[in-house]
């Protein structure tokens, strides 16, 4: 063997050796985090909203953290990357999504809830049939936000671990998940909120070290980078215009227009995120709140535009081909990779390990807030509520919601396995459409709309939970779309399988309008008037805070 060979194995083995050392540092640490508030968690209210103990500038970074996901980490840079301009629309979509949060729902809901989303709706309708149909658009919504960050954690171990066997990345999506389980079985919301808190504080750190280090190789001129990434990116200036993703048929046209309607208005529907506004004690922490996060989340998406463009102009050869390969989920780690100094160097081995190492330390973060999210509609809704009929006690329902972790974080398992061919902006998109669809409607006609009942609550919940998943299930995004340069399959089902009918690869434009249809038909068909009578004492709850912990 040559020397060159013998050196270049040597470094790639200290490599290897420093990029393992940064993640079990990084698991450590959020475990260490996990364990120190387990101790600290004691009642219901602690597992559930961390003993609503937590500022407003903390709730924010932890908001932050919970929001700047893998999808906005790994997946926008990675769609920028690809696709230019409009990769670059995820950011604006998930930034201008807080608008809605902030002005409609933040305050009126921390006000007007206690733990879940099912709360609020609960206060003036028939408990049980609420309850059920919110814990079921809990899970699934949070399933699909999780599915996504399964597929990063995936493919940004095996780039990092050198790994190419698809038993290996498998492996590595089991692994994160027993992680999460891990995390919320034992430190509850205040060690969920906790990791968010430092993962928040590192993503930021490490996103501002690579935008600096990528502008500093362009003189800091941003205009240098856009122009050297769109001749890198081979498609001129049409890497820089709207309409090269979406603007090539009618269809595409239509896409776009739906996953905007998705990403601006999925926000205020998410369960993990509005869970969030219930660990602050008042309505003014609440607001701080937000106000934190819109500035944290405003900057770091301001950010990936560096990164998504950085990675189209600096990386260059097998890492390009890495990138496209990954649907773009690469792109950061590999440009951090090649600011350091490039492959095999020193310098880009620590940076590369770096990033990554943050990558995971937010997925592991967001997988957390999820799957407890769900784990605690399903105790507190379905178990405490539905089937307990309010009889169970605070150990029983938190018990159950540790089970419910379990069988949650294992379903993700088995859908991210086959999905890793997928985007997860683009996976968190479809999360957002199904949140849009079924929960926000429901929300703002119960806050906002007097003659609002059950049944209209029932069917905008199910109607636009059902449309949302049944158009995703007969869309391209599972079966049909395959790549025209390979032949490979770029759907959940593998090459040869097609019983795609919808064309749109997102739902919004068609689920969250009926959502709201059902839900003022299936009102206004109803005789029953008897959450009228409680309307004003929910509107004074949820701009007063009185009686919201009850």
């Known amino acids: 063997m040559r020397t060159q060979d013998v050196l270049l194995a040597a470094s790639e083995g200290s490599n290897q050796a420093l990029t393992a050392s940064l993640f079990a540092v990084v698991v450590l640490l959020t475990v260490g985090i996990t364990f120190w508030a387990s101790r600290n968690t004691k009642t219901a209210a602690d597992y559930y909203a961390g003993g609503r103990s937590f500022s407003g500038v903390q709730n924010g970074f932890a908001i932050g953290g919970d929001y700047m996901s893998a999808a906005s980490f790994l997946g926008i ?147 240098d980078l856009l122009g050297t990434a769109a001749d890198a990116s081979g498609k001129g200036q049409a890497f820089l215009e709207p309409g090269l993703k979406y603007g ?151 018990r159950t919601a540790r089970i419910a972790a379990f069988v949650i974080g294992g379903i993700a398992i088995a859908l991210a396995i086959p999905g890793q061919s997928l985007n997860v902006a683009f996976l968190v998109a479809l999360a957002f459409a199904v949140a849009a669809s079924a929960n926000l409607p429901a929300l703002l006609y119960n806050l906002f709309w007097k003659r609002f009942n059950t049944r209209g609550a029932l069917w905008s919940i199910y109607g636009g939970l059902i449309s949302a998943v049944g158009l995703v299930f007969f869309s391209p995004v599972v079966s049909g779309k395959v790549d025209p340069d390979t032949g490979s399959s770029l759907s959940l089902f593998p090459a040869g399988v097609d019983f795609s009918w919808f064309p749109l690869e997102n739902p919004g434009i068609v689920s969250i309008p009926l959502g709201f249809l059902l839900g003022w038909l299936g009102t206004v068909t109803s005789s029953d008037k008897g959450s009228q009578e409680r309307f004003a004492e929910l509107e004074v709850r949820s701009l007063t805070g009185a009686g919201a912990e009850k």
């Open 77 to 223: 840079s990675g769609a920028i990357a690809l696709s230019g301009y409009d990769g670059f629309l995820y950011s604006i979509g998930f930034l201008v999504a807080w608008l809605v949060a902030l002005l409609l729902i933040a305050e009126l809901l921390r006000n007007s809830g206690r733990f879940t989303m099912a709360d609020q709706l609960a206060y003036r309708m028939r408990q049980r049939p609420i309850r059920q149909a919110a814990a079921v658009s809990t899970v699934v919504v949070s399933i699909f936000y999780l599915l996504a960050q399964m597929v990063g954690a995936g493919a940004l171990v095996a780039l990092l671990l050198g790994v190419d066997s698809q038993t290996a990345k498998n492996i590595t999506i089991v692994s994160v998940g027993v992680l999460m389980i891990f995390y919320v079985v034992v430190g509850g919301m205040k060690g969920t909120t906790w990791v968010q808190i430092v993962k928040a504080v590192l993503l930021m750190f490490g996103t501002l070290l690579i935008s600096v280090l990528v502008l500093a190789k362009f003189g800091f001129n941003l205009s």
């Open 248 to 398: 090539a048929t009618t269809t595409s046209k239509i896409d776009f227009l739906s996953l905007g309607i998705a990403l601006v208005l999925g926000t205020a529907g998410l369960p993990h995120i509005l869970v969030r506004f219930y660990t602050v004690p008042t309505a003014k922490q609440a607001r701080v709140s937000v106000l934190w996060a819109i500035g944290l989340i405003g900057t770091f998406y301001l950010m990936t535009l560096v990164l998504g463009f950085g990675a189209a102009a600096l990386v260059t050869g097998d890492a390009k081909d890495q990138i496209a390969a990954s649907g773009g989920n690469l792109a950061s780690p590999l440009l951090a990779e090649a600011v350091g100094g490039g492959p095999s160097t020193l310098g880009g081995a620590i940076l590369l390990a770096l990033i990554s190492a943050v990558a995971f330390a937010t997925i592991l973060a967001v997988v957390a807030g999820l799957t407890l999210t769900s784990a605690s509609s399903v105790a507190h809704d379905l178990y405490a509520n539905v089937w307990k009929k309010g009889t169970a006690t605070e150990k029983d329902e938190v």
